[in-house]
């Protein structure tokens, strides 16, 4: 089975902070994705990754950045963290080939005070 | 904007009953289109999903009906049980993103089945 393991489960962080939220696949893939997930407003796209050292923007990259330095972590950072960022974060994997799942993490719960 | 959006926000269906989840997208460009489900405290996984050159898919209770004419999809559970209380999303695929299999998600639908 695949699996995508994301850092931390809560994460409780300050306004102004740089963040980094950490997630790990075991499978190989060459796609890796960052979502948020709002109620109301599903999941948004934040930024994702076709390869190593590879990154396009999602629907909503303003205030994130991301590294991809190995082929199995994808990072996701918030340079200068505020309270309208607090919110789910998930991680999702894929393979490379027309219609392959995405393979998500369990999503870590931020808060920014 | 919202290129898929997903109708109804939350659904409260009788056990035994058909829970019905639509969709509708405007970007003629999708061509794959999956349906996730999440449970709390989990992930969303991949439940079914369709190409647009079929009208209907189904795997055990779970069937995807497809009208490209309408831009619409659908996800019909039959015979709706607790277990299936979840929140579904619909997605789409464009063919035109190439690498990374980009999907855009619909808004989510929070089913409750009742006993």
């Known amino acids: 089975d695949v699996k995508v393991t994301q850092s931390s489960r809560y994460l409780v962080k300050r306004t102004g902070e740089k963040v980094f939220l950490e997630c790990v696949q075991d499978?190989?893939?060459?796609?890796m994705f960052w979502y948020r997930q709002d109620p109301g407003l599903g999941l948004r796209l934040i930024y994702f990754?076709?390869?190593?050292?590879?990154?396009e923007k999602g629907d909503i990259p303003e205030g994130y950045s991301v590294s991809r330095e190995k082929k199995e972590r994808f990072s996701l950072i918030l340079e200068s963290a505020s309270t309208n960022q607090t919110s789910m974060y998930l991680c999702?994997?894929?393979?490379?080939?027309?219609?392959?799942?995405?393979?998500f993490g369990d999503g870590t719960r931020l808060s920014i005070l | 904007q919202q290129q898929v959006k997903q109708s109804p926000q939350s659904l409260i269906v009788q056990k035994g009953g058909i829970s019905i989840i639509n969709c509708a997208y405007e970007?003629?460009?999708?061509?794959?289109f999956p349906w996730y489900q999440q449970f709390p405290g989990k992930g969303p996984a991949l439940l079914i999903a369709?190409?647009?050159?079929?009208s209907e898919k189904k795997e055990g209770r779970f069937t995807i009906s497809f009208n490209k004419s309408a831009k619409q999809f659908s996800l019909h559970i039959m015979d709706s049980q607790p277990g299936d209380s979840a929140t579904y999303f619909c997605?789409?695929?464009?063919?035109?993103?190439?690498?990374?299999?980009?999907?855009?998600f619909g808004t989510g639908t929070q089913l409750k089945v009742e006993l």
């Open positions: 499978m190989d893939h060459e796609n």
């Open positions: 997605a789409a695929r464009s063919g035109l993103t190439g690498g990374g299999n980009k999907l855009t």
């Open positions: 970007n003629t460009a999708f061509d794959y």
């Open positions: 990754s076709y390869d190593v050292k590879m990154k």
């Open positions: 999702a994997s894929s393979e490379t080939g027309p219609n392959q799942p995405q393979h």
């Open positions: 369709i190409r647009p050159d079929v």
